[in-house]
């Protein structure tokens, strides 16, 4: 009898904030954390330095990364889907 184990991945959903490197993006990620003493809702944030191999994202476009074995020193997520589009005025 053979178990089949499944990966699960951490995904995270964030805004492209930077595309000028070469198959590479950088997204920020927010988060909505209660203060421990204060009970204030607190956003915090975290970039991330995400593989993108077609250079096909944009800044302002919301996509989703999900962790992946580390591609270089500082880049250990990959761009797995396009959210949501900038809206081009």
């Known amino acids: ?4 184990k499944e990966k699960r991945t951490r995904t995270l959903i964030g805004k492209v904030v930077s595309n000028k490197m070469d198959k590479t993006v950088v997204v920020l990620v927010e988060r909505r954390v209660k203060h421990p003493l204060y009970g204030k809702i607190v956003v915090k944030s975290a970039k ?11 800044e ?6 999900a962790e992946c ?10 761009v797995t889907r396009l959210v949501e589009a900038v809206r081009v005025i």
Do not use: C, F, L
Not at 1 to 4: A, K, L, P, R, Y
């Open 1 to 4: 009898m053979s178990e089949t």
């Open 69 to 78: 074995r580390p591609i270089s020193r500082h880049k250990a997520w990959r």
């Open 48 to 58: 991330y330095k995400a593989h993108d191999e077609n250079n096909q994202y944009n």
């Open 60 to 65: 302002g476009d919301t996509v989703e990364i």
